[in-house]
């Protein structure tokens, strides 16, 4: 069974940096791809990141040179490096695995 847990959002300034985790059981990583979605307050959920197996990365353009994508298989952590935030970066974040498995989520609020 697969399972995802996300962790590691919050309220942060704008310029900050967060650190998302992506706790997951040790099926999720023996599928290819996963990574990070996420769902700004009325608009549609969108693609933040993307790692494979093999170590091939995709970024939004919205996020790429502030946001770093990463995995430890060690741990079967999943993590989303945030830097230099923007309001425009609020919105609840999800992991996934495979486009398929989904976390509930972790909200993400960059405010003064």
């Known amino acids: 069974q697969v399972q995802l847990v996300e962790s590691g959002g919050g309220l942060v300034q704008p310029g900050g940096s967060l650190r998302l985790s992506c706790a997951a059981s040790?099926?999720?990583?023996?599928?290819?791809?996963m990574g990070w979605y996420r769902q700004a307050p009325g608009k549609e959920r969108e693609l933040v990141a993307t790692i494979t197996n093999g170590g091939s990365l995709n970024y939004a353009d919205s996020v790429k040179g502030r946001f770093t994508i990463s995995r430890d298989n060690a741990k079967n952590t999943l993590y989303l490096q945030m830097n230099s935030l923007k309001p425009e970066d609020t919105a609840v974040y999800y992991c996934h695995a495979g486009y398929t498995y989904w976390g509930k989520g972790t909200l993400v609020t960059v405010s003064s």
């Open positions: 040790a099926s999720a990583f023996t599928i290819n791809a």
